[in-house]
């Protein structure tokens, strides 16, 4: 960097990720060893949809006194000169790189590779997760250096935020002109959780000098991953080609989770029925599939997820509760008719869907949503039950509902696959849009019956293909909009 001009500094943060504190912690360096130094911040629409941006200049006095000039600092980074850029999460590297604030000639890129998905990527009726590596790749290319790893990771590791993590990186690249103790002076200057901030600083130097180096330490990934252990193979999974056994057994732990071993033995039944068990390829995509149907969403799988102690011990880690205070969970639930309907044995539910009385009470109680407390007891004792509710589960209209649709969807891959394995395999998939309760399942549930009745109706027309490009269209969106547009493409009645 020209000493003679200012070094351009741009941080890109979440509410509640420490992006200020960032910015604070570089302006004290500057001012504290001699340079002039200015902040700006321009806050996004909200926590996801825009990222805060902190802008940092930093002018040496002893320049702007050997021109016996002061300097006049920027508000705002210049697309295309910015020195150092900052992110507190891969995506907002690649929003970085996006409006130009990180070029091959100039910028030093430091970045989180953790991910916090956007409300798109969340929503998204398939896999709307954008992909990490795909970013990672770009940004290389785009910037003169980059540095990442999972701060959010060492940060939780050393109980800090990924502030403390990223200043670590921003000294160890040697990029500005202070000592390391210099930086470690500016976080004891703060005063508030200095421990645990030099601790993550001093972690953070260590992974980004190994990856500066170019040394392939595991130490530096091992640091920065979250490990887990695999899950033992289930003895239900042996007899299976060997290709399809990681997910069976994967698939019967989850079942189990779900409801019981006797679940999961049901789902094994399923795949040793298929005339195609020793056929790997399509036999693993059936597996995959049948185990994400088999176990549907529904209120009591939401209210058994929401009671678990690991839910509890998440959400207290995240929030950073301490051993003196008091946690609050707040949960905003909104049953429909069709959401309580489901939740009853098959005779009943029907009976209070044909009531215009009762149908109207239930509407009329439950249009504007129910807030439970689930760190009380009382609303604890609500989603336990709610939960606990699952052992009768395989009475219920909605269990009936989905397994006799199971049963179709496997009759008909079974039949397709004797003449045409391929398009089986597209039927296979096609389980994707078949997801959540209430009005989201409605709607892909009726996308999902749109493809069955066009394989049906038009045996000698539907190729792997087509099947495929229908498939992905009613992905595309909620509405299915694109759908009905290739639909009448097609001439698909």
């Known amino acids: ?77 210049l ?7 900052l992110t507190s999460e891969l995506m907002e590297a690649g929003r970085a790189i996006q409006r130009g604030l990180v070029s091959k000639e100039q910028t030093i890129l430091i970045t989180s590779t ?23 790749n770009h940004a290389e290319k785009a910037a003169k250096h980059l540095v ?22 921003l000294s160890e690249t040697g990029v500005l002109p202070f000592s390391r103790a210099q930086f470690e002076d500016t976080i004891k200057q703060g005063g508030v959780g200095v421990k645990e901030s030099l601790n993550a600083f001093q972690e953070s130097c260590r992974i980004t000098a190994l990856m500066h180096q170019d040394i392939k330490d ?10 887990s252990d695999s899950e033992e193979s289930h003895p239900l999974s042996q007899g299976f080609p060997a290709q399809c056994q990681p997910t069976i057994n994967q ?18 039944q399923h795949l040793r029925s298929l005339s195609f068990s020793d056929e790997p390829e399509l036999l693993e ?9 088999m176990s549907y969403e529904d209120v009591i799988r939401v209210a058994d997820l929401k ?26 639930l909104h049953p429909g008719l069709d959401e309580i309907c489901e939740l009853l044995p098959y005779r009943l539910g029907n009976w209070i869907k044909g009531s215009r009385l009762i149908s109207s009470f239930i509407q009329k109680l439950t249009k504007n949503g129910k807030i439970v407390r689930t760190t009380s007891l009382s609303g604890f004792f609500l989603m336990y039950l709610l939960a606990n509710w699952k052992i009768v589960r395989r009475s219920t209209q909605r269990h009936r509902s989905e397994t006799s649709e199971i049963s179709r969807w496997l009759q008909k891959i079974e039949a397709t696959s004797k003449q045409n394995p391929a398009i089986a395999h597209e039927i296979a998939l096609c389980q994707q849009l078949v997801k959540g309760y209430g009005e989201t399942h409605k709607q892909g549930f009726q996308k999902y019956s749109t493809l069955m009745r066009v394989a049906d109706s038009y045996p000698d027309l539907v190729t792997p293909y087509l099947l495929k490009e229908l498939r992905e269209a009613a992905l595309a969106d909620d509405q299915g909009s694109l759908l009905s547009e290739r639909l009448s493409h097609y001439e698909f009645a």
């Open 1 to 77: 960097m020209n000493p003679n001009n200012p070094i351009k500094i741009a941080i890109l943060a979440m509410g509640g990720e420490g992006g200020g504190v960032l910015a604070d912690w570089i302006v004290n360096l500057g001012e504290r060893n001699n340079y002039y130094a200015q902040t700006t911040s321009v806050p996004g629409v909200a926590q996801r949809t825009g990222a805060t941006i902190y802008y940092v200049e930093l002018f040496p006095k002893s320049v702007a006194e050997r021109k016996q000039k002061s300097p006049i600092l920027a508000l705002m980074p």
């Open 79 to 85: 697309p295309g000169d910015v020195d150092i850029v």
């Open 114 to 136: 953790h991910r916090v998905y956007s409300i798109k990527e969340k929503s998204s009726i398939a896999d709307g997760r954008i992909n990490s590596q795909s970013i990672i």
């Open 148 to 169: 990442h790893f999972d701060m959010a990771q060492v940060a939780s590791n050393n109980q800090s935020v990924i502030s403390s993590v990223l200043f670590g990186a």
């Open 218 to 227: 595991s130490d530096a990934t091992d640091a920065a991953a979250t490990s």
């Open 251 to 268: 698939a019967i732990y989850r079942l189990m989770d779900y409801q019981d071993r006797s679940y999961a033995e049901e789902y094994i």
């Open 285 to 293: 995509v059936v597996a995959r599939h049948l185990a994400l149907w």
């Open 307 to 332: 009671v678990r102690n690991t839910r509890f011990q998440r959400v207290q880690k995240e929030v950073g509760v301490q051993q003196h205070q008091l946690l609050h969970i707040h949960e905003f």
